[in-house]
């Protein structure tokens, strides 16, 4: 029950990415276990998380500590958007974010275009006060 954004970069190998937003439908694509254990950045939410999952007729555990200390105990990692359930729809990536810098420029430039193109949207909506 971490940021995708962490997930990518690091989470606990063969673990999977879960969001709240759209549970009762990506619950169906989770592996038919008898448990299911969160790690969480944010005790309330894995909580709430917990919650609903419990009402599918999951057992659930939440882990004791967070990822910095399992990365401590040298136990295994993995990166990328492997193991995805939920959309990774929580946070977005800024062009830095890529590693290849092709994508990056081209996501520098999609940026770029999409605030310049902002202006034409703007004009004429009589909801803007937008005076040059």
Known sequence: ???SFEY???????SFFLTRENLNDDIKSLPDVDSIILLTNNLSY?????????KTGRNVHLLDGDFNSWCQADKPTSSGL????SRPVDT????DHFEDPVICIREHH???????ALIDHIVGDP??????
């Open 1 to 3: 029950m971490r940021p």
């Open 8 to 14: 990518r970069q690091r989470h606990i190998k063969g």
């Open 46 to 54: 894995a909580q709430l998380v917990g919650i609903d999952l419990e």
């Open 82 to 85: 492997e193991n995805l359930i």
């Open 92 to 95: 977005y990536l800024e062009a």
């Open 110 to 116: 999609a940026y770029l275009n999409w605030e310049i």
């Open 127 to 132: 909801a803007v006060r937008y005076t040059t």
